[in-house]
């Protein structure tokens, strides 16, 4: 059983910063890429970021220069530090993992359960 837990959302105010944490634990070979996503109200889910395991990461446009993607393989962790944020950044943030559960075991995707930000003006 694979777990992605996610930390670090909560209120700010525009051009604020927060970061989000996420680790991963449970039966873990490799893990291929982490990244975020996130979901305003009445919207699609949108990608946020996502970083390889060969640390090439990717932004969506509305976030570039703005927040940046960290991984620590080691600990199996993922951050977002978000900068200058915008009342537009104000989602549930949900942290993803495509990953390798066991040796001979088929790529799997995993969510984390979301974390709420919302950026007030």
């Known amino acids: 059983q694979v777990q992605l837990v996610e930390s670090g959302g909560g209120l700010q105010q525009a051009g604020g910063s927060l970061n989000l944490s996420c680790a991963a634990s449970?039966?873990?070979?490799?893990?291929?890429?982490m990244g975020w996503y996130r979901q305003a109200p009445g919207l699609q889910r949108e990608l946020v970021a996502v970083?390889?395991?060969?640390?090439?990461?990717t932004y969506a446009d509305s976030v570039k220069g703005r927040f940046t993607i960290s991984a620590n393989n080691d600990k199996n962790t993922t951050h977002l530090q978000m900068n200058s944020l915008k009342p537009e950044d104000t989602a549930v943030y949900y942290c993803?993992?495509?990953?390798?559960?066991?040796?001979?075991?088929?790529?799997?995707?995993?969510w984390g359960q979301g974390t709420q930000v919302t950026v007030s003006s």
């Open positions: 993803w993992a495509i990953l390798v559960p066991g040796w001979g075991t088929s790529t799997l995707r995993y």
């Open positions: 449970g039966r873990i070979f490799k893990i291929n890429a």
């Open positions: 970083i390889t395991d060969g640390g090439s990461a």
